[in-house]
């Protein structure tokens, strides 16, 4: 079992920065792939960002490349997700998950799911 609790979501200004944790506690591994997701009212769930725990490769949507930076801290067990640049499209429920097996970038290769964390970005 893992519990993943997310946190640092708020409302914020387009242009504005958020920065989003993950705790991850429980069975983890040191290879396991945490992805963070997004779902906005009335939208499918997306892929946002993933970072692999051991080596640090990191996966991002094109929507994000290059405004998004995934980290991690593995003394906390933490994954962080910096937001910058951030436009209204951005906002969302955000979620982070921890990867079983498949695509990296699909929502059904995730098996444990944090509780989510509001980002807002007004215009």
Not at 1 to 10: A, D, I, K, N, W
Not at 47 to 71: H, P, Q
Not at 85 to 110: F, M, Q
């Amino acid at each position: 079992q893992v519990q993943l609790v997310e946190s640092g979501g708020g409302l914020v200004q387009a242009g504005g920065s958020l920065r989003l944790s993950c705790a991850a506690s429980g069975r983890t591994s040191s290879n396991y792939i945490m992805g963070w997701f997004r779902q906005a009212p009335g939208k499918e769930r997306e892929f946002v960002s993933a970072i692999r725990w051991s080596t640090g490769s990191t996966w991002y949507a094109d929507s994000v490349k290059g405004r998004f930076t995934i980290s991690r801290d593995n003394a906390k067990n933490t994954v962080y997700l910096q937001m910058n640049s951030l436009k209204p499209e951005d906002t969302a429920v955000y979620y982070c998950a921890t990867h079983r097996t498949g695509a990296v970038e699909a929502g059904r290769s995730y098996d444990y799911w944090g509780q989510g964390t509001q980002v807002t970005v007004s215009s």
